[in-house]
């Protein structure tokens, strides 16, 4: 293991001394269940090219596969995120509608005390809260 660390080292530095390796042809014989035989010359650099590759593709496919991995979990995370975003319109949705019935409540009840108010004979609160902080002396005893 060593001296192909050494020998990798040694292209690094020195890519010339490549070059020659390179060159020549790689035999390879293929028998068939016929009993023929092939035989087939390949460059070297074809061979090279084509072991280079698969490397590449192989830390490609690595690679590729624990991104999926590490960003599956933030994937999951997102899908929560938006499940809970959609629970939370819904909810904020439906909040809204309740505060317009409370609206349309509240302004029938002001109405209301303003009617009974009108039909008792009492002065409206609006009125009285003007004249409210002013001073004076005390309002009017009620008639029991």
Known sequence: MRNVWRRLRSFVLHPSRLGPRLKGAVTLMAFTDSGWMRRFRVPRLAVTLVAALLVAL????????????????????????????????????????????LQVEMSRLRELERNLRAVSGLTDRAEASERAGKGGGLPPALPR
């Not at 979990?73 to 309740?98: I, P, W």
């Open 58 to 101: 192989a830390v490609a496919t690595i690679l590729s596969v624990s991104f999926a991995v590490w960003a599956g979990a933030d994937l999951r995370r997102l899908t929560a995120v938006e499940r809970e975003n959609r629970s939370l319109s819904t909810q904020l949705q439906e909040q809204a509608g309740q505060l317009t019935l």
